[in-house]
Structures are given as structure tokens and as C-alpha cells.
Nanobody, 113 residues
Framework: QVQLVESGGGLVQVGSSLKLSCAVS????????LAWYRQAPEKTREWLAT???????RYVQSVKSRITISRDDAKNTVYLQINNLSPDDTGTYYC???????WGQGTQVTVSS
């Protein structure tokens, strides 16, 4: 059974940075694309970034300059670095194993001004 567990969220100040992690178990992370999504309060879940098995990243244009997706297949983990956080970044961050559609339970990020 594939499981994804996000971590690294929390309460942070405006302008700070966070690095979120998503550990994949039950199946190798290698060979598949992994993605990050965000769901802000009372909004639909939005796609942020995907990294392919070949480590090619794609980003949503709106936050492209502030985020970096990366992966460590030896650790079965995908990461999302977010810089210069603003209150608009508040929400629950989810990772997804793209080919199989598995989701994690999310990690909450709250940006305080």
C-alpha cells in the first residue's frame, strides 16, 4: 500500500522560508512523477509543482520564482522549498504520486504577518 507523509509545515513569519518534505513508502518514489499541491482556506486545491522521474521540474507560473521542487530517490522523498512566504501561502500542502494518484494527508502552513 502506497503511503505519502508530508512534514515541515508550521507557523512562520512573513518573508521566511520553509522546506516541506514528503516521504513515500510502500512503493519506490523513483520512476514516477511527484507533485505538490496547496489548498488555501475555502479554496480549491491548486497544483504548484511537479518533478518527473528524470528530475525535470514544472511550476505554476504564479509562484514559480519562489518555489523549488526536488527529490531524493534514495530516501523516497520529494521536497518543496518555498521562499519569501506571504499570508497568501497559508494553506494545507499535499504531495501526490502522479501516476497512481495517491495523496498524502497534508501539512499545514500558516504565514503570520
Amino acid at each position: 500500500q502506497v503511503q505519502l507523509v508530508e512534514s515541515g509545515g508550521g507557523l512562520v513569519q512573513v518573508g521566511s522560508s520553509l522546506k516541506l518534505s514528503c516521504a513515500v513508502s510502500g512503493s519506490a518514489a523513483s520512476g514516477v512523477s511527484l507533485a505538490w499541491y496547496r489548498q488555501a482556506p475555502e479554496k480549491t486545491r491548486e497544483w504548484l509543482a511537479t518533478i518527473s522521474a528524470a528530475r525535470l521540474p514544472r511550476y505554476v507560473q504564479s509562484v514559480k520564482s519562489r518555489i523549488t521542487i526536488s527529490r531524493d530517490d534514495a530516501k523516497n522523498t520529494v521536497y518543496l522549498q518555498i521562499n519569501n512566504l506571504s499570508p497568501d501561502d497559508t494553506g494545507t500542502y499535499y504531495c501526490r504520486r502522479v501516476q497512481t494518484g495517491n495523496w498524502g494527508q497534508g501539512t499545514q502552513v500558516t504565514v503570520s504577518s
